[in-house]
């Protein structure tokens, strides 16, 4: 596991648990391998009654599973899974996104515009490097949390943010994907937002996902990662 330095949190276990949730995300716990709850705390100079409260927050995000007696894996990836994630995620922000082309306000107006403005212009990975940047990955983030901001339901938001976390865990397994203009599917999907076009918004968006997931599918079954059915 990467020690990452701990940043203020309202809580040593909140510290504990983003630090574990970027290790999962990024990669650095491969699924389906054991947490050694002791050397988490060892790590971090923590108890280990802090180090299980965090590993259950994050059991409770999906990206943890808790065995018998206290026992925990990091969540295993499979093909039936991503399908899976990626349909829902297609119902749940393009429910979210219709409310906030429905309510949102200039200010959300101009956070999608300016957000998908700043993503455009940075490049996704930093010279040979075949993942995206630590940069391109927060502004992406960025740009598809202000995409559904104006939705005006915080529950429904927080859905919204454990999904893109858990597809991110996808992004970071696979290589870099081949050529596609993922800028301009961007642009367009912020433009049809904007221009309050709910139809055309929500149908590039699931384009958008759909076609991610397609990617990463053809990737692992030509041995570029292991997926399991």
Not at 59 to 72: H, K, P
Not at 77 to 85: Q, T
Not at 155 to 164: A, D, K, M, T
Not at 212 to 218: E, K, L, M
């Amino acid at each position: 596991m990467r020690a990452a330095q701990l940043k203020p949190a309202a809580s040593l276990t909140s510290s504990i648990c983003k630090a574990v949730r970027e290790n999962i995300i990024s990669g650095h716990l491969a699924p389906g391998a054991k947490i050694r709850a002791a050397e988490i705390g060892d790590l971090y100079g923590c108890a280990l009654t802090t180090v299980r409260e965090a590993l259950s927050r994050l059991a409770a995000e999906g990206l943890v599973t808790i065995e018998d007696q206290r026992g925990f894996r990091i969540a295993p990836v499979s093909r039936s899974d991503l399908v899976d994630l990626t349909q829902t995620r297609v119902e749940i922000e393009c429910t979210a996104l219709r409310m906030a082309i429905a309510k949102g306000d200039a200010d959300w107006e101009s956070a999608v515009v300016g957000s998908c403005h700043r993503l455009c212009r940075e490049p996704f990975s930093q010279e040979a490097c075949s993942h995206p940047s630590q940069s391109w990955i927060a502004l992406h983030q960025a740009f598809h949390i202000n995409l559904v901001n104006g939705c005006g339901s915080p529950r429904l938001l927080e859905i919204c943010g454990r999904l893109y976390q858990q597809a991110d865990r996808y992004r970071y397994l696979s290589m870099r994907m081949p050529a596609r203009n993922v800028d301009k599917e961007h642009e367009k999907i912020a433009a049809a937002a904007v221009g309050r076009d709910a139809p055309t918004a929500t149908s590039m968006l699931s384009d958008h996902y759909l076609t991610t997931t397609r990617i990463i599918i053809d990737l692992a079954e030509s041995g570029g990662f292991e997926l399991v059915k």
